[in-house]
């Protein structure tokens, strides 16, 4: 500045270099803001329970409403018996979705251009706290832990381990039943993809079983993985499930809940890499969609009531994206808001001021994804 001060010419330059900078700033910092979500992250997701029917036309303005002006494209809904199935009536829910309802969301989510997944959960997740749910409730002999009786009041942890049953991968007549609900499920919501579950698999392989006694679990995972895209590749359908089970809950640090500690996590290495894996943490921002990403599996990472946490997985699912080749790029497909409760119970909660902690968790979360959706940041 002292020798501009004797050299008029040279301020006015200076100014002008100012003026210039401030414009550039100003124009890079719209240019980011206003980055095409698609380039930013293809699937932009949210994954909940479908809506129980006295609650539809409420969803649907939901999705009219706030995912699609939103810049949500993905939406997952758990189905699982809460459809009027044809082919197994008797694994319905009571008073569940019918042809007709699940059309109306099909027409609204294929009008804003949301591609509809729907998910029944396969292999694990067959019951839950006191109650069987509809498969093994109706066919008890696809159970894997028939000797593991349900307690009348649930706890954990408890000495038989049981957070959630499980089918048996080998009972010779359990896909006859499953493929025909999914076969269904597919066809009413005009999917090009299934979301198949396949989380929290605590037993598999159990010695009491007379077909998986003594198999490796992982070949028995990585089997009935297989099974099911198999199913859905016949017809150009793409599987999706979460990765918690691939992970090595040991090695990683990542535990029994978001990693498998009963060795199921080699199947990684036995499975089609056409599956998305949807890669679920809720705690931690943890990196390990870089590694499903290297073993050649696309990937979403999944958070669920943390907004610090939800913010830390964008941030690093933008920076994966940005910092990798174009091969491994093209795998990191972005990220999904998981809901884990009912629809009612969420959109109760996004409308209102007055929450709980939990509710108010995944309603701040899902705000947190809409925000870096619009912004980039």
Not at 41 to 67: Q, S, W, Y
Not at 82 to 109: C, F, G, I, T
Not at 265 to 270: C, E, L, P, Q, T
Request: glycine share 6%; with cysteine; net charge negative.
């Amino acid at each position: 500045m002292k020798h501009l001060k004797f050299r008029p010419a040279g301020i006015a330059n200076s100014k002008r270099l100012c003026q210039m900078f401030a414009f550039l700033l100003v124009f890079f910092s719209l240019t980011i803001a206003q980055t095409p979500p698609d380039s930013l992250m293809p699937v932009r997701g949210f994954c909940i329970a479908a809506p129980r029917r006295d609650n539809l036309n409420r969803f649907i303005d939901f999705m009219k409403k706030e995912l699609a002006p939103n810049g949500i494209n993905t939406l997952v809904l758990r189905v699982d018996y809460n459809y009027a199935y044809e082919s197994y009536p008797n694994l319905r829910d009571e008073e569940p979705l019918s042809k007709k309802q699940v059309k109306k969301l099909v027409r609204v989510a294929q009008k804003h251009n949301i591609q509809l997944i729907p998910q029944i959960n396969l292999l694990g997740h067959q019951s839950w706290a006191e109650t069987i749910h509809n498969l093994l409730r109706e066919y008890p002999q696809f159970d894997e832990t028939p000797h593991i009786k349900m307690p009348e009041k649930y706890k954990w942890p408890n000495d038989d381990g049981l957070y959630c049953k499980s089918y048996c991968p080998l009972h010779p007549e359990v896909h006859d039943v499953v493929f025909a609900l999914v076969d269904e499920i597919i066809k009413v919501f005009e999917a090009k993809a299934f979301h198949a579950g396949m989380d929290e698999v605590f037993y598999i392989g159990e010695n009491n079983c007379p077909r998986c006694s003594g198999k490796d679990k992982a070949e028995l995972f990585a089997g009935e993985v297989t099974k099911i895209r198999d199913f859905l590749a016949a017809d150009s359908l793409e599987l999706w499930i979460w990765g918690d089970r691939l992970l090595d809950g040991s090695t990683t640090g990542l535990g029994m809940w978001e990693a498998s500690e009963n060795y199921t996590f080699s199947a990684i290495d036995k499975i089609p890499n056409d599956v998305v894996i949807c890669d679920w943490h809720y705690e931690r921002a943890e990196s390990t969609p870089a590694f499903f990403a290297v073993k050649g599996f696309r990937v979403i990472a999944c958070p669920w009531n943390n907004p610090q946490v939800t913010g830390a997985q964008l941030e690093m699912m933008h920076r994966y994206r940005q910092n990798s080749n174009s091969v491994l790029q093209g795998r990191f497909l972005g990220v999904m808001q998981t809901v884990w409760s009912s629809a009612e119970t969420f959109m109760d909660a996004y409308y209102s001021e007055t929450v709980n902690e939990r509710a108010a968790g995944q309603v701040n979360s899902f705000k947190t994804i809409v925000d870096y959706f619009k912004t980039g940041e």
